[in-house]
């Protein structure tokens, strides 16, 4: 079993850049893929990135593709997600999601741990 907190989040202009990292307790961190995940109001919770448990292996939603970077430390225990460019739709919680396998799914059911999502808002 995996705890996870993500922090990082706040206020920042349109261009603008920001690093969220989610740090991860319990056994094991590296047998765990990781994602990251956001929900804005009135939306459903949809994929931003993942990360496979070794850090070999990434994948990015269409949306922010060349935008974000998805990176981990398993000697850490945490996950990172830089986000550049920030544009006004990427504003959202944001939540980062574990599942014990090497990589894990797109679909936000598809992973059994969750942090308590950290608020990123983009401005004009």
């Known amino acids: 079993q995996v705890q996870l907190v993500e922090s990082g989040g706040g206020l920042v202009q349109a261009g603008g850049s920001l690093t969220l990292s989610c740090a991860a307790s319990g056994r094991a961190f590296s047998s765990y893929a990781m994602g990251w995940f956001r929900q804005a109001p009135g939306k459903e919770r949809e994929f931003v990135a993942r990360?496979?448990?070794?850090?070999?292996?990434?994948a990015y939603s269409d949306s922010v593709r060349g935008r974000f970077t998805i990176s981990r430390d398993n000697a850490k225990n945490m996950v990172y997600l830089r986000m550049n460019n920030l544009k006004l739709e990427d504003t959202a919680v944001y939540y980062c999601?574990?599942?014990?396998?090497?990589?894990?799914?797109?679909?936000?059911?598809?992973?059994?741990?969750w942090g308590q999502g950290t608020q990123v808002t983009v401005s004009l």
């Open positions: 999601a574990g599942v014990a396998t090497l990589l894990g799914p797109i679909a936000a059911g598809g992973y059994d741990y």
């Open positions: 990360i496979s448990r070794n850090g070999g292996s990434t």
